[in-house]
């Protein structure tokens, strides 16, 4: 489980193809802390610690599934991946409660200033099935953005805006999101608990 408050924006090193998987190679300054078997968030997306390097890099693997829900397979050796270690349980809960198991993609659509910070539109393609399973967005809730735990503004029913304050930029992968950059989206997972009551009650 997470928070969607990431630690740091690290590099990945090295992108290996290993049939319908892929390994990724990632540097970050916790790498010394981190043990195999250890779930890490990238961008959004709970992967686990296959090795821990000499070097000050530690591999995980995305396998097909993975690839197909996320923006995984566009990692490129030199990209920015938003990185958070599993929540600790005796802490306090500052974003809000995350899987790690990405719902679909988004492609930012636009971004423009808001006097000092910058707000950012997404889209997302979904059907009415889905949505009423809870795979949506609701203003003023909670969605998760490559990782990172945002508020949802301006909300329709495949699009929502979301304000990024200087140091949300400054320190995740929101400073090289532009238009045409797809994202990873993991929706509010209580928001999916209660649509699924419902169905059940309706039955």
Known sequence: MF????EEAATVVRVDRNEGNIDLTVRCSFTDE???DQSVAHNGVCLTVVAVNPDGTYRVTA???TLERSNIGDLRAGSL???ERSMIMNGRLDGH???GHVDTTA???AVSDADGSRYFTFEYDIDRAMALKGYMTVEKGSVTVNGVSLTVCDSTPNSFRVAIIPYTFEHTNFRSIEVGSCVN?????IGKYLARMMELKED
């Not at 928070?3 to 990431?6: E, L, R």
């Not at 989206?185 to 997972?189: C, M, P």
Request: net charge negative; proline share 0%; charged share 20%.
């Open 3 to 6: 928070s969607g408050i990431v």
């Open 34 to 36: 981190l043990r195999i």
């Open 63 to 65: 396998i097909r599934e």
């Open 81 to 83: 991946v938003n990185l």
């Open 97 to 99: 409660i995350v899987q």
């Open 107 to 109: 492609v930012c659509t």
């Open 185 to 189: 989206l993991e929706f509010d997972i």
